[in-house]
């Protein structure tokens, strides 16, 4: 018995990095987890097998967070699936600037690099 079990969560930015891992841990405490993504669907297939070869369940939804309306419907597609939403991890960012060179170029003070995929719309979507 997990600490999660009966939970229902969303992971924004599911399929890679610390969203991948988020996704896992919560899947792995019992919470059905819906993995979203926006550009690497094979990543996030993984990621699903994964979880469900543990005895995890969760569901795709390939949604970009930053658009109001595809955050609304990916939280519906949540709700009518499972009936509810318990957690929301807003996981997902974007880069203004892809170059390393010039990230690397930064102070490690600067933090405008990346920021979250605006975890207003999500978390406004679920209400």
């Not at 699903?48 to 939280?75: F, H, T, W, Y």
């Not at 009936?83 to 880069?95: H, S």
């Amino acid at each position: 018995m997990g600490r999660l079990d009966g939970k229902i969560a969303i992971v924004t930015g599911a399929s890679r990095g610390i969203g991948r891992a988020i996704a896992k841990e919560l899947a792995l405490e019992g919470a059905k987890v819906a993995l979203n993504f926006q550009f690497n669907e094979a990543m996030a297939l993984e990621l699903a097998a994964e979880i469900q070869a543990a005895g995890g369940e969760c569901m795709l939804d390939k949604a970009n967070v930053a658009d109001p309306n595809e955050a609304r419907s990916m939280v519906a597609k949540v709700v009518e699936k499972w009936g509810r939403l318990d957690i929301i991890v807003n996981n997902a960012g974007i880069t203004r600037d892809s170059s390393r060179r010039w990230y690397r170029s930064r102070p490690r003070s600067d933090s405008s690099v990346s920021r979250p995929a605006n975890p207003y719309r999500s978390s406004c979507a679920a209400h």
